[in-house]
């Protein structure tokens, strides 16, 4: 008897590792360790896959920056150093000698060197202010001007085809310019001209 309970003994330690005792005293198997292994990573990806669809669901996205374009575009043309253009109104002071008395927001000095010769200055007396960036006319955008850094100081950079200007009228308002066009014999640039929505 006493050799029986120690072999009984055995059998359970036995079965407490490998299985499971049932009521008639047959061991069953125990639940593969793979099998647990597969079931728990399939449970933590479930729950991942959860967290990331509720990450990308529409109402979860921050909204992109709607990009504007600008409104209507004027072609301007000013004659080198003595036209000035007030931007707000588009009112061209025209034939003036040094800066006139009458509001004006830019002109447009030339420059010897280079084959670019026009340069677009602010009126600074009126603390307008202007931002140069390498993009053409058409590919500015209002998230372009929300990014510009103004500066009231003069740039004396080129004119030039694949650049536009970004001007601060002391009224506030935000106009871009572009697409130069010199003419060496009238002596003048032309360029186009489009307001940004405040």
């Keep these: ?40 990573m399939a449970a933590d990806a479930a729950a991942a896959d959860a967290v990331l669809a509720d990450a990308m669901a529409p109402d979860a996205m921050p909204d992109a920056p709607l990009c504007d374009g600008s409104g209507e575009v004027t072609s301007v043309t000013l004659a080198f150093e003595t036209d000035f253009l007030d931007l707000d109104t588009g009112t061209i002071v025209e034939g003036e ?23 677009i200055f602010q009126n600074r007396v009126n603390s307008v202010e202007v931002a140069f960036l390498d993009k053409t006319f058409t590919e500015v955008t209002s998230c372009d001007v929300a ?11 080129p004119f030039a085809a694949d650049v536009t ?27 186009d001209t489009a307001p940004f929505s405040p």
């Design 1 to 40: 008897m006493y050799r029986h309970a120690h072999v009984f003994a055995f059998l359970l330690v036995v079965a407490g590792g490998c299985g499971q005792v049932t009521s008639d005293g047959a061991v069953a198997d125990a639940p593969s360790y793979d099998a647990a292994v597969a079931d728990a």
């Design 97 to 119: 000698i040094g800066p006139p008395t009458t509001p004006w927001d830019v002109k447009a000095p030339y420059n010897s060197n280079g084959t670019v010769h026009a340069r």
């Design 147 to 157: 990014a510009a850094t103004f500066t009231t100081d003069l740039v004396d950079e």
């Design 165 to 191: 200007v970004l001007v601060k009228t002391d009224q506030g308002a935000i106009f871009k310019l572009g697409n130069p066009s010199e003419s060496g014999a009238d002596n003048n640039v032309t360029f």
